[in-house]
């Protein structure tokens, strides 16, 4: 936690560094920056404009859905239905816009709603219930995997109206194509950074992350935003789905198997906290970018696909470890 | 005086059910999931041969592929409930062994289907694909589609030490006519058969060999997110893809033009000859033993001289899922 110092009002270096956040929290950009400068050594295909706009393109779904689970881990829980409720949603806007030849922004609305109704669940259950985080989207991840399935009948569905695939359109600056999607995920980070850090609701989600007790005390209705929480993650799951449709031109009732393990890697190396009340949103996007780029970077070397895993456990490890020395020292 | 009549007929039937149901052969099948069509496919061709012969199927799954401790309870389960025969695709081709030696032991037929076991011999007998030929099907026909044109090629590989994966990836080695580590072989990466996965795979591949003209993917999935990557890179007329299983959103891909070409094998033909030879052993106690091949065939709209293929419309008429 950013720790402000009192208003030792020398200015120059010193208010400089009073005013910054600890240097743990800058241990993941340091960790892209390193990757990137190394693999732009290894290869000169690395640092090319288009190779980026596929990096982000490639990070941009796990990406959204670690919005979603950075405020869920924040309030130290932990959401491991996140990948299938996104592959419920992706096949259900799917369906009802081919098989129902429902008006494409309605079926995407609905698929939306199915998303934030699972989170909802997942919300009341945890907070109401009073069930551990873990055990309930263990519960609704099985769910709403049986649910695609029978719903799907694990077939794909294909031959998707324009407006669904918009995401996926891309516009060109200068040489280089990006993709609407890519430029939505930058946006959620954006806005989840903004109101994280600028709005009080946001600066509770760390309280309640931090010391339930003590945030109910303080006055935060910490059961109605627990529950919001969840319901708002949900959400998020929805669009991480739209902009999945839009990437693979489908709607696979086989998405999203790994996502949560996924999404859950990328909070951790970002430095947000496991044990919940601290970390930083923009860290989950260097976290994802971290992974994208291992994974790019060692592809255009030639290193088979086994030492990605290898590099991103021992990343994750290194994350960890990071966080829990720099908690003994506060 | 009455009501101990109805109790009396209400025993004789629940007895009467009793004797029925052990009199009927109980045959068990276990897939890796439950979701897999591959497996789904395989189970709807299970509970019709068990119906056809008059035995009573049953099923069980692990949660996902690799899940080696679902399966283990499933097998304990069935001999428990008196299986005659045990029809198993192993997730875990190594430590499922113990669990099939012991079910052996009791006196229960065990069949592998589609993934042998490691050993093969842990099992009475295996029905499968030939996964190394599937390869060399498609290995050979791209061979003979690049007509001398030199080639460079990405592999889509399935995941490190899964043995189907890496028959058919050499398998098409073989078809192709080069060793591994040969310098036409320009990109490898893995996909877990998985639809993005693969998409990602192939976009990686194409950012450090632009001019790959070849595509080995492990599995229909697999190439169809090449596929999406290809096209997305505007480079999807130039390049051929070959990939096996023949479902039958595969072979509908054949026809769109996605896939070149596909090994086509037959899950329904494994379970059913599975159920039959389960029975068998039950009825007459004769043991099925060795290696089936339940065929594979190489499905493609644009046949290629030296290499036997059947078209889209068998392809369609024999395809799963």
């Known amino acids: ?330 | 005086m009455k009501a101990k009549k109805v109790v009396l007929l209400c025993l004789l039937m629940c007895a009467a059910a009793f004797a029925y149901a052990a009199d009927q052969i109980v045959v068990g099948l276990i897939t890796k999931t439950e979701t897999n069509p591959f497996f789904v496919k395989m189970k709807q061709g299970a509970d019709a041969a068990a119906k056809a012969d008059g035995a009573t199927l049953m099923s069980a799954a692990g949660k996902f592929d690799g899940d080696n401790a679902g399966q283990i309870t499933a097998i304990e389960n069935m001999v428990t409930a008196g299986a005659k025969a045990i029809l198993i695709t192993p997730s875990d081709t190594k430590a499922i062994v113990p669990s099939i030696k012991k079910a052996r032991a009791a006196g229960v037929l065990v069949i592998a289907l589609d993934t042998p076991t490691d050993p093969q011999d842990a099992t009475d007998a295996l029905f499968a694909t030939d996964n190394f030929k599937a390869g060399v099907l498609i290995g050979q026909y791209a061979k003979a589609a690049m007509a001398g044109k030199p080639a460079r090629i990405a592999t889509m590989d399935l995941a490190p030490g899964i043995t189907v994966g890496q028959l058919r990836h050499d398998g098409f080695l073989k078809g192709f006519g080069i060793k591994a580590g040969d310098a036409s072989i320009v990109c490898s990466q893995d996909t877990q058969g998985d639809r993005a996965k693969g998409q990602t795979a192939m976009e990686n591949c194409l950012q450090k060999a632009p001019n790959i003209n070849v595509v080995y993917t492990i599995n229909e999935p697999a190439a169809a997110g090449a596929y999406q990557a290809l096209k997305a890179a505007g480079k999807e007329k130039g390049v051929l893809i070959v990939s096996v299983d023949g479902g039958c959103e595969g072979v509908r891909n054949i026809q769109a033009g996605v896939i070149a070409a596909t090994s086509q094998q037959y899950p329904l033909k494994m379970a059913q000859l599975g159920v039959d030879a389960g029975v068998a052993y039950a009825k007459t106690g004769k043991k099925a033993s060795g290696y089936t091949d339940t065929g594979v065939t190489l499905i493609t709209d644009k046949p290629m001289k030296g290499v036997e293929s059947k078209d889209t419309k068998f392809g369609l008429s024999a395809c799963w899922g």
């Open chain 1, 1 to 330: 936690m950013s720790t402000q110092t009192a208003a030792t009002a020398s200015p120059g270096l010193r208010g400089l560094f009073a005013h910054m956040p600890p240097v743990a929290t800058f241990g993941p950009f340091i960790a892209l920056a390193i990757a990137c400068t190394f693999f732009a050594f290894q290869s000169d295909r690395f640092l090319a404009g288009q190779n980026f706009s596929l990096i982000l393109q490639q990070v941009m779904v796990v990406g959204v859905v670690a919005i979603g689970q950075t405020l869920v881990i924040l309030t130290a829980g932990i959401d491991l239905s996140c990948g299938m409720i996104m592959a419920l949603g992706s096949i259900v806007m799917t369906k009802f816009a081919v098989d129902l030849g429902m008006n494409p922004y309605l079926a995407i609305l609905c698929g939306l709603l199915i998303c934030v109704a699972f989170g909802f669940l997942n919300g009341s259950l945890i907070t109401y219930v009073r069930l551990p985080p873990f055990i309930v989207t263990l519960g609704t991840l099985n769910i709403a995997f049986a649910i695609t399935q029978i719903y799907s009948k694990s077939q794909t569905v294909a031959g998707l109206p324009d407006a669904m695939l918009f995401f996926g359109n891309t516009f060109k600056i200068g040489d280089t194509s990006v993709t609407y999607g890519t430029v939505l995920m930058l946006l959620m980070y954006l806005g989840a950074w903004f109101v994280l850090r600028e709005t009080a609701p946001g600066r509770h989600v760390y309280a309640l992350g931090n010391n339930p007790e003590a945030a109910r005390l303080m006055g935060i209705p910490a059961r109605r935003m627990l529950v919001g929480i969840y319901t708002i993650a949900g959400l998020i799951y929805g669009i991480a789905a739209l902009l999945l449709v839009a990437r693979t031109n489908v709607g696979d009732p086989q998405a999203g198997q790994t996502d949560n393990l996924e999404s859950i890697t990328a909070v951790v190396l970002g430095g947000t906290s496991l044990f919940g009340g601290r970390g930083m949103i923009l860290g989950t996007l260097i976290g994802a970018l971290i992974i994208g780029v291992i994974r790019n970077g060692l592809t255009l070397m030639g290193v088979p696909s086994v030492y990605q895993i290898l590099i991103t456990g021992i990343l994750v490890i290194l994350a960890v470890a990071t966080d829990q020395m720099s908690r003994r020292k506060a």
